[in-house]
């Protein structure tokens, strides 16, 4: 890997905390294309998680006090790097985390969107005046930054999870204690490497590698520490959430979700074909928002499956950094093993395989896509998060029916539906229990808009005006003797 970056000084193998490179390269970092180490990392704990926030906290005084523009210029700054050294980070991403290269350039660019939209943001953090209700008083609201904030995120966006949250962090006045993905944590360490380049200040960005659930303890009992946001599963998420309590932390818990990705009768199929492969296949089914359970309306049940299927059955699979690879090997063998489990369920129910539906010939933790036909509503696929190549096809009636399959769920992350009657698509829309609704698209996710979950898929919202307000407190000041 090193060899193949045009700038290889983006191949850290130390943390990052107060301002200085530091820690034994000891755990090992490798490429699920077939297991190769590409570098090893630091294995902190609590000690060095301690001695991260204590540096935030230290830095946290004079970085709130930069103007918002001085902020806003750091920022700026860091996106342009981002975008100069698009390339190498999409390769480092790609070899840790297993996703075609042209998913991962995507990435790298939403990465940066985020990093982007907050520099810009940063200079639009408003207050209020309010009308007030004695004579001699006037009221305000302003808005500041919370403080030391940690940040926890998964593999599966190695580089946009981080950006999505440390941005508006670092644009709001806060610093940072990061803690990426042990899968991917180079992706992380070059983000790092070039916020130093941009001028983020010692100590307001911290990175370290090693123990989660040590750090992850630090970063939501230490007193100093006064937000934390993750994303990753529901079971870590409710962990974090009772540490956050002890000390009434306030989080931001992007957790897992179950989409619905349904398809009406009125609506443009192959349109529908095209939405589900994106929404379902992208990073190879490894994503919080992905379709977990398509749902086809009677009367183009049939059609839908095999225009699907014959789209599916045609993916290259391989390499993600071979040319024309839309599959990438899963991120490890627990991966595969879930998958196989959700197939074979819904197979004994009477499932039909229509395409795919086993390891890949090139083994490791390759597997091949899939779908499935005549899947019945109690398989466990419609209730648990595959996270992985699977298309399970349910059949149903009407509207109100699929809705009802829809909501029953404890998660409520993102959800689809292809449909063209005007008065169907808002009342779909308003029906789903679901932070999100992407209607007649299976794209969703922008840095402009508000990313985030209802019930069991958490709390807060990243990206948009509103992923600000998450780090940011409302502090109410009465002038009286006016
Ligand atoms: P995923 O299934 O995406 O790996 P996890 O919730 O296991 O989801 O991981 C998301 C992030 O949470 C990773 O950075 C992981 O290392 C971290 N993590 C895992 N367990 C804990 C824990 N007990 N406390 C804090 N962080 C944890």
């Known amino acids: 890997l090193h060899d193949r970056l045009k700038d290889p000084s983006l191949l850290r193998d130390r943390c990052y905390i107060d301002g200085a490179w530091v820690g034994t390269p000891s ?36 970085w709130a006090k930069l103007t918002a523009k001085q902020r ?110 042990n899968e991917t944590p180079l992706t992380a360490l070059a983000l790092v490497a070039l916020a130093e380049k941009a001028g983020v200040p010692k100590g307001v960005f911290n990175i370290l590698t090693g123990n989660s659930s040590a750090i992850g303890k630090v970063l939501c009992e230490h007193p100093a520490v006064r937000f934390v946001g993750f994303t990753g599963s529901t079971e870590v998420g409710k962990i974090l959430y009772q540490q956050a309590s002890v000390g009434v ?34 990073n190879m089914g490894q994503t919080c928002v992905c379709a977990n359970r398509i749902y086809a309306q009677d009367k183009i049940y049939d059609e839908f499956v095999e225009k699907l299927s014959k789209k599916v059955a ?28 959700h197939i074979a369920d819904a197979v004994k129910g009477g499932a039909k395989i229509i395409t795919g539906g086993k390891r890949h010939a090139l083994g490791g933790s390759f597997f091949e896509p899939t779908v499935l036909s005549n899947v019945k509503a109690d ?7 595959t996270f992985g190549p699977l298309a399970p096809v349910f059949r149903f009636k009407d509207e109100a029916d699929v809705i009802a399959m829809c909501n029953n769920s404890p998660f409520g992350l993102a959800s689809y539906f292809y449909a063209r009657d005007l008065g169907r698509v808002w009342r779909v829309a308003e029906a789903l229990e679901a932070g999100m609704v992407g209607v007649n698209t299976g794209l969703i996710t922008t840095e402009v808009a508000p990313f985030g979950g209802v019930k069991e898929s958490g709390l807060g919202r990243e990206g948009s005006h509103h992923g600000m307000e998450e780090y940011v407190e409302i502090k109410y000041v009465m002038m009286a003797g006016v």
């Open 72 to 181: 806003s210029n750091i920022l700026r700054k860091w996106f342009e790097l981002i975008a100069a050294n698009r390339e190498d980070l999409a390769l480092i991403l790609t070899s840790e985390q297993g996703k075609p290269l042209a998913e991962a350039l995507g990435e790298v660019d939403i990465g940066g969107a985020y990093v982007e939209f907050f520099a810009e943001e940063a200079r639009r953090v408003y207050g209020e005046t309010i009308p007030t209700q004695r004579p001699d008083a006037r009221l305000l609201a302003i808005k500041q930054p919370i403080g030391v904030c940690g940040a926890i995120t998964p593999w599966n966006f190695p580089c946009s999870m981080i950006t999505r949250k440390v941005s508006p962090a670092l644009a709001a006045g806060c610093t940072v204690v990061l803690k990426p993905a």
């Open 314 to 341: 045609a993916m290259k699979i391989g390499d993600g950094t071979e040319a024309g690879v839309t599959q990438g090997p899963l991120i490890n063998m627990a991966a595969v093993d879930k998958v196989e489990k």
């Open 379 to 385: 398989a466990l696929v419609a209730h648990e998060e």
């Open 249 to 282: 932390k306030k989080l931001g818990l992007e957790l897992g979700g179950n989409a619905p990705f349904v398809v009406f009768d009125d609506a443009d199929i192959d349109a529908a074909v095209e939405g589900a492969i994106i929404s379902k296949y992208r």
């Open 27 to 62: 755990r090992p970092v490798t490429n699920p294309v077939n297991g190769v180490e590409l570098a090893k990392v630091p294995a902190f704990s609590t000690a060095e998680a301690t001695q991260a926030v204590e540096a935030a906290e230290r830095a946290f005084p004079a």
